[in-house]
């Protein structure tokens, strides 16, 4: 079986929607906050899902190739937020000021506010949850290392079908 532009994007279409879902159970069913950046890294899985949509729509008129270049710079950029997320956790990075470890010490009127309610933001530096000692966004770095891979193996795919298409002869390619 060829792989079709429908194909691989029907494929796209449910990594993403397992991705995003687990993220959105983790946060509903098994109640853990996410954080100012494990947020951001749910845009490039909601972007895939939208294209593969509108992909699933067009059908065979997108080239499997730009479908697939598209698809690899949208997990390219999931996997470059997903690496400073775990290097924030290993405080290889700085995080965002709104979520990292504070000093304890109220600069603002707001962190004042923040520290008198005790409601103070989700930390980025701090896993709430791992597994096989490994963060969410440590699988998300995982998940989107391996959708650029396959991204990456689509255009190759792409790439080599259509020149063969269009330096075959009519009628045999």
């Known amino acids: 079986m060829s792989l079709t532009t429908r194909v691989f994007a029907g494929f796209v279409l449910i990594a ?8 959105l159970l983790s946060e509903y069913w098994g109640r853990l906050a996410p954080c100012e950046l494990c947020l951001v890294q749910r845009w490039p899985w909601a972007t895939a899902i939208v294209i593969s949509l509108i992909v699933l729509l067009v059908g065979a008129r997108a080239p499997l190739s730009w479908v697939a270049l598209v698809f690899a710079i949208v997990f390219a950029i999931s996997m470059v937020l997903a690496f400073y997320h775990v290097g924030v956790e ?3 990075f700085a995080g965002p000021t709104a979520c990292t470890a504070s000093s304890g010490r109220a600069m603002t009127l707001e ?8 409601t103070g ?9 791992t597994l096989f000692g490994v963060s969410l ?7 989107s290392l391996i959708m650029t891979g396959c991204c ?3 255009l190759s ?3 080599r079908r259509r020149s063969v298409a269009l ?3 009519r009628g045999l390619a």
């Open 16 to 23: 993403s929607a397992v991705v995003l879902g687990t993220a």
């Open 90 to 92: 290993q405080h290889l």
């Open 111 to 118: 962190q004042m506010k923040q520290q008198i309610l005790g």
């Open 121 to 129: 933001p989700v930390r980025c530096d701090r896993p709430a949850w």
């Open 137 to 143: 966004a440590g699988w998300n770095l995982l998940a």
């Open 152 to 154: 990456l193996a689509a």
């Open 157 to 159: 795919h792409g790439a």
């Open 167 to 169: 330096g075959a002869p």
